[in-house]
């Protein structure tokens, strides 16, 4: 009895070898046909925002940032819903503007490429932990947004706070910090979050001029989802 | 020849199951580096490339011939350490003999730690389920490995069509737990292998003499000592265990037993406590360790369970068959799994210099995995003749659960911005004015601009410290940007340019063609002379 269950053992080990030794060799060959698939499909792109170089010869082809007709987008009715990583916000955007994330990030943030600087250093929307900042700010979301320059070196102070709702009904604050140079920043949108006493969206106007109209239509459809 | 060494058939199953699980650890390099535009090479990006320069550039240093791990982000910081990335200096050295870039190194680095890791976690699942068929330790393995968390579904436009229960930094998926960092895998080997080691000396405490007791705890605590060097988080959650099972054990433990732990515990302490301050006393750690402190998450413990996944939905009913037989091992990673949630629920990462999901193991999906079997098996005995049609469906229900979120992210890494960002590729051209600076050997520092972040990515290919690095290891960084933007642009005077350049010790400025600033303000500038130019970089002297 003892004989005859070794040996179903040894058998069910054999075949289990077997088989595994053929899930790698197939995942091998997997692996280069992919390989050899993404080289002939197509290469990467090295990025030259410039297309400067330094010859004086030729031109280095550039890869440029596109230039975007926003009029035409924010009247367009093309626009999409897009949900964040966690599925904490969405809003609408126009197709042309591809919605950067950032996998894995702790704030759950995105932002376009729509400007001269990083997009990591550029986000348009994310979801600020407060206690990370003051756990005395934890559920004075106000206190936190008047203070909020005080975290950073290189903002200064207030230069002007209002309440201010969302066509969608999100209720929060419009504020301009003075920046270091003593020069006003942009509009920096917060909005309460239900039942989140220690978290709060922040909306950050990060379009040019001309793309005023495009923002003010994104953050009127930015949402909280439940 | 190869008389003696014969592979058992189960080692040939678990060999195969390491190495394909290795390879899918690394498999988006292998995609990105089959899309390497020609003229250009490929910087094998395998995570946040920020992180990445840093570490690669830790193999450079090695390879040069440092000893110890330096800042080459700040010209002022002169300080050495064998603290968080000294290990990238010995992976150097290893580059070196066998003359590979220090990228591939990286590379091979990550998927050979994962492929030990794994068949580490399968000699202690062997261990734990000792009485078990080979299959039902197969199958533990594989749920360990292929977990993944609880997911939504999603009918938005536009978004992808399952939103992952899922928090920053959690161990979710495969691809989380083998995150593809060498000194995060070197931290899950060191805790494998002291599980391994602990729980067998434990096992045979009252067999060993006085002797062998104090042997085995020395060097016991040399392998922790170590391990807090660059995985102290880990560590700690191990000491805490071990502290644990000690005291539980304190009136059944023979006097060797107890010496055993007390001596680990009379070396490893101290010794943390001298490397905590050897961490104060260096600023790359300090900088490092400021940033870090800001990210404290705490999720609820809904958001936890909804994290962890499917996996969890089997192991109620393993607890009976787990805690009937603890054994050291089955005591030790169950202890380490509690110290691990208990200390991440804690505030104590933030005053060690951290965020508390440092504190957040992937091996609780090892103990999840071998619970999930034995709650399989006592489901089996509970219903002897319903029992199968409950297991068998039930797992690969769980299995094909794991797979969406495990798709998804690898998907994400292989379009992740931070991971394919705009430097993945590099024109040979810009290497080469590199290798020019490299090539004038002086301790002057290289100047950069702030765009791409130029200034992270050198140091791997140049022996030289540059004035504008990356946050958190180049002091004032904001500060300096801005200078820096305008020294590039022309806009501050020559004399006051000429002053920071000598100020801060830089001998060298380059610029490339990736930057998009122009060159015409820096010809202007009479200080600066031109040594080296091709079509994508150029490189200026400061005149002496």
Redesign the interface.
Known sequence: MQDAKTTK?AE???S??AL??V??IV??LL?GG???W??KK??????????????G??T?PQAQRPSYDYAKMAESADW????SA??QY?YKHPTELYP?V?????NDAVTFDIA?V???LNLMVLVE?I??YDPKYRGNQEGFVRNYHTFF??LKGVSEIEEFTTDQGLEGWRVKYITGDDSVGTNNYFFEIPGESNKILHVNNIFPAEGQAVFTRLLNSVEIVE | MFRGIKLR??Q??IF??S??AG?LSI?HL???????????IYLWIPHYYLDYFVFVGGIAQGMRGNWFFENPYSVKDSSKTIMAWWQYIFYGKFASFFHLSPMIVYAVTIFLLSFISIWLMYFIIRRILSDS???IQ?AALIFSLSAGPFF?L?N????FPI?PF????SPATFF?RFDPIPHHLLGMVFSLVLILLVGKTLDKIEDISLGQALLTAVLQAFIIIFMLTFSPFQALIFLIALIVIGLLHIFRLKFQGLLYIFIILFLVVPAAVLLKMHHQQIPMLLLSSRADQ????HPSLKDILLTTGPILVFVPFGLWLYFKKLSPTRWLLFLFVVSSYFLFSTNLAYYLGSHNLRFLTPLSYLFFGVLSLLGMIQIGRLLPKMGKWIVFPGAIIILLLFLPANIL?FY??LI???I?T??????KNIVEGFQFIDSVKDNKAVLTTP???MGAILPIFVDKKVYLGRHSFTPDY??RQTTVSHFYNGWIKAQEAEAILNRNNIGYII?T???????DPLLRYPFLQEVY??????VFRVKK
Not at chain 1, 102 to 106: H, K, L, R
Not at chain 2, 422 to 427: A, F, I, S
Not at chain 2, 513 to 519: L, Q
Request: glycine share 8%.
């Open positions: 053992e069910d080990k054999g289990l070898t595994s030794i899930v790698l995942f091998l692996v992919i390989y050899w993404v080289s197509g290469k990467g792109e090295t990025v030259f925002p410039a297309g400067l170089n330094y010859t010869e030729e280095t999409v819903d897009f949900v966690q599925g969405k950067l950032f996998p894995g990030d702790v001269a990083p997009a990591q932990t206690s990370n070196d290189g | 058939q189960s040939i199953v195969c199951t190495f394909i390879l498999l292998v995609i990105g580096y089959a899309k390497t535009p020609a003229d250009s068929h080979f299959l197969l939504k999603s938005v436009k536009g978004s939103i899922n928090f920053w930094q989380d800001g990210y404290q998450l992210t994400v890494r992740d911005k931070n394919f705009e430097t993945v590729y590099l024109k765009s791409v972040f904001e500060e610029l063609s990736m930057e998009g600033f122009k060159i130019r091709n079509k994508d970089v150029i």
